[in-house]
């Protein structure tokens, strides 16, 4: 399994949008269950600071997930562009392989 990991600081008025939009019934959960390599989401509130999330996006492979994001460009930055307004901060923390 590939896990794409993402911290955010979002804005306390756009926590409950925000929480919606990257949540498991979200925007981008929708959007990648377009593939059948796209496992789940799962998103995270840091207990010490509420406007603080982690998000694990889990994917087959990471040529799996490689291969959706280069054959959906222009739909990831428009869902992208679309909600970045949720967000203060967004950082991609790392990419890390499932040892079974």
Do not use: C
């Not at 509420?50 to 959906?72: G, I, K, R």
């Not at 949720?86 to 790392?94: A, D, M």
Request: charged fraction near 25%; glycine fraction near 4%; avoid cysteine.
């Amino acid at each position: 399994m590939h896990i794409v990991a993402w911290n955010y600081r979002t804005a306390l008025a756009h926590k409950a949008d925000f929480e919606h939009e990257y949540g498991p019934k979200g925007s981008w959960a929708t959007f990648f269950r377009i593939s059948q390599a796209y496992k789940g989401s799962f998103l995270y509130k840091l207990t010490e600071e509420p406007d603080t999330y982690m998000l694990l996006d889990t994917w087959t492979s990471q040529q799996a997930y490689e291969n959706f994001l280069e054959s959906n460009k222009k739909e990831y930055a428009e869902l992208s562009k679309k909600l970045e307004h949720l967000y203060l901060q967004e950082e991609k923390t790392g990419t890390y392989q499932l040892i079974e």
